[in-house]
């Protein structure tokens, strides 16, 4: 049996030698098909990977006030789309002080700058580090660490000390082989001790998260007093069941401090962390969907191309068929052959996709500097599906082929 398995195997080695430039066109149909098919769903793998590994980070017992909504859409034509004030910094101090849901923790924050440059002694940074000033509970109730030293502390944050906490990306940067706990660095004239170096956490769409440094909040209103700056207001509750009812309570709470009447909307957005990933799964649900229509509908034309050659290759081989038979070859021996033909045709395309559609996902992952993985679900379903269209393509070229007539085959020209 395997004798004849692999007799089977060479023969048709031999014919797509024969027709090469045929099978070629095949093959690259097909794998352009797996290409889009491996290619996409290893993109959006990635992609979904490191969004949804961002947000998770959150937390899933968190949620934060913002300006907007994540789904903010914009209004029918001849409607000016709602423009919501900023949340200031008299609002964030008045929320701070009113909500008092129990067995939660409020974490206030802004971003004082993007593009400042940090000095440590002779060295400094380019100027692209990202300032935030965050009281105490910031690194909670962001799922951020302290990889080394330590957070702050109420007194640091009441006290309005000059500490800090730096990314780890200053390691490589401005300290090398030196230990920052206890160093000072210099922020725009400002001293800081440095207290934290934060865990690493990489960068989304580049975006580096690991170049940053974190500030007491009122420390950093002193230094960055550009106006009209948009704070951020993040409550982590501690008990999950309780989280819509902590999330209704910050609503009228929110409400209040922004003096809305009960038929007027909100003015701002509240955003939970678990509503947040599953909107990055469903976007990511309709690119999978869109990846397997595309491909779909690739090698559905491939199948038509590959049943074609195989046709042609029956006619043009119909002198050796009769002569098979004549020997002995029996119906199930022919039809197994130019099935055996047509599946390692479709497995080269399988596998020439498969090759480029990896290519692609890593391509993409490095571009954005996201984490690639191999797509091994993708792989294992193309190589599925190039073996079921090429049983397809080949079941009426291998059953016309076997049912040839030995006689009428052997005087064929």
Same mark, same amino acid.
């Given at each position: 049996?395997?004798?004849?398995?692999?007799?089977?195997?060479?023969?048709?080695?031999?014919?797509?030698?024969?027709?090469?430039?045929? *099978?070629?066109?095949?093959?690259?149909?097909?794998?352009?098909?797996?290409?889009?098919?491996?290619?996409?769903? %290893?993109?959006?793998?990635?992609?979904?990977?490191?969004?949804?590994?961002?947000?998770?980070?959150?937390?899933?017992?968190?949620? %934060?006030?913002?300006?907007?909504?994540?789904?903010?859409?914009?209004?029918?034509?001849? @409607?000016?789309?709602?423009?919501?004030?900023?949340? %200031?910094?008299?609002?964030?101090?008045?929320?701070?002080?009113?909500?008092?849901?129990?067995?939660?923790?409020?974490?206030?924050?802004?971003?004082?700058?993007?593009?400042?440059?940090?000095?440590?002694?002779?060295?400094?940074?380019?100027?692209?580090?990202?300032?935030?000033?965050?009281?105490?509970?910031?690194?909670?109730?962001?799922?951020?660490?302290?990889?080394?030293?330590?957070?702050?502390?109420?007194?640091?944050?009441?006290?309005?000390?000059?500490?800090?906490?730096?990314?780890?990306?200053?390691?490589?940067?401005?300290?090398?082989?030196?230990?920052?706990? &206890?160093?000072?660095?210099?922020?725009?004239?400002?001293?800081?001790?440095?207290?934290?170096?934060? @865990?690493?956490?990489? %960068?989304?769409?580049?975006?580096?998260?690991?170049?940053?440094?974190?500030?007491?909040?009122?420390?950093?209103?002193?230094?960055?007093?550009?106006?009209?700056?948009?704070?951020?207001?993040?409550?982590?509750?501690?008990?999950?069941?309780?989280?819509?009812?902590?999330?209704?309570?910050?609503?009228?709470?929110?409400?209040?401090?922004?003096?809305?009447?009960?038929?007027?909307?909100?003015?701002?957005?509240?955003?939970?962390?678990?509503?947040?990933?599953?909107?990055?799964?469903?976007?990511?649900?309709?690119?999978?969907?869109?990846?397997?229509?595309?491909?779909?509908?690739?090698?559905?034309?491939?199948?038509?191309?590959?049943?074609?050659?195989?046709?042609?290759?029956?006619?043009?081989?119909?002198?050796?068929?009769?002569?098979?038979?004549?020997? &002995?070859?029996?119906?199930?021996?022919?039809? *197994?052959?130019?099935?055996?033909?047509?599946?390692?045709?479709?497995?080269?395309?399988?596998?020439?996709?498969?090759?480029?559609?990896?290519? *692609? &996902?890593?391509?993409?992952?490095?571009?954005?500097?996201?984490?690639?993985?191999?797509?091994?679900?993708?792989?294992?379903?193309?190589?599925?599906? *190039?073996?079921?269209?090429?049983?397809?393509?080949?079941?009426?070229?291998?059953?016309?082929?076997?049912?040839?007539?030995?006689?009428?085959?052997?005087?064929?020209?």
């Amino acid at each position: 049996m395997f004798k004849l398995f692999r007799e089977n195997v060479r023969i048709a080695l031999d014919s797509i030698k024969s027709q090469l430039l045929r *099978t070629i066109l095949t093959v690259i149909i097909i794998g352009i098909g797996i290409w889009a098919l491996v290619g996409i769903l %290893s993109a959006v793998k990635a992609l979904e990977t490191n969004i949804a590994g961002n947000f998770a980070s959150m937390g899933a017992n968190t949620f %934060s006030l913002q300006r907007y909504e994540f789904n903010t859409q914009s209004r029918g034509r001849g @409607e000016r789309e709602k423009i919501n004030p900023i949340i %200031s910094y008299d609002n964030i101090r008045e929320f701070k002080d009113t909500y008092e849901f129990p067995f939660t923790q409020t974490s206030i924050s802004f971003t004082g700058t993007t593009t400042a440059e940090v000095k440590f002694e002779s060295e400094k940074t380019d100027p692209e580090v990202q300032v935030y000033g965050v009281n105490e509970h910031y690194l909670d109730n962001n799922g951020t660490k302290v990889d080394d030293g330590r957070n702050f502390t109420y007194f640091d944050i009441e006290n309005n000390n000059k500490v800090c906490l730096i990314g780890s990306d200053f390691l490589k940067s401005l300290f090398k082989n030196d230990n920052p706990i &206890g160093a000072t660095i210099s922020i725009r004239g400002s001293k800081f001790k440095v207290i934290g170096v934060l @865990e690493s956490k990489g %960068s989304t769409f580049g975006n580096n998260q690991d170049l940053k440094v974190l500030i007491p909040i009122q420390v950093a209103r002193g230094i960055f007093t550009q106006p009209n700056i948009n704070y951020n207001i993040s409550v982590k509750v501690d008990d999950k069941e309780q989280m819509q009812a902590a999330q209704d309570e910050a609503i009228i709470t929110f409400r209040n401090i922004r003096r809305l009447n009960p038929v007027e909307e909100n003015d701002f957005g509240i955003v939970r962390s678990d509503d947040l990933i599953n909107q990055i799964a469903q976007i990511s649900g309709f690119l999978q969907a869109a990846a397997w229509i595309i491909s779909i509908i690739t090698i559905l034309g491939s199948s038509i191309a590959l049943m074609n050659i195989m046709l042609v290759s029956v006619s043009e081989r119909t002198r050796e068929i009769g002569v098979r038979k004549a020997l &002995g070859a029996k119906r199930s021996t022919i039809s *197994t052959q130019f099935f055996i033909e047509t599946v390692v045709i479709g497995q080269f395309g399988s596998v020439l996709g498969i090759i480029l559609g990896i290519l *692609t &996902g890593f391509a993409f992952a490095k571009l954005f500097d996201f984490e690639f993985s191999l797509p091994w679900s993708a792989m294992i379903w193309a190589t599925i599906i *190039t073996f079921i269209v090429a049983v397809i393509a080949g079941s009426y070229p291998a059953t016309k082929a076997a049912k040839l007539d030995p006689i009428e085959s052997l005087r064929y020209e």
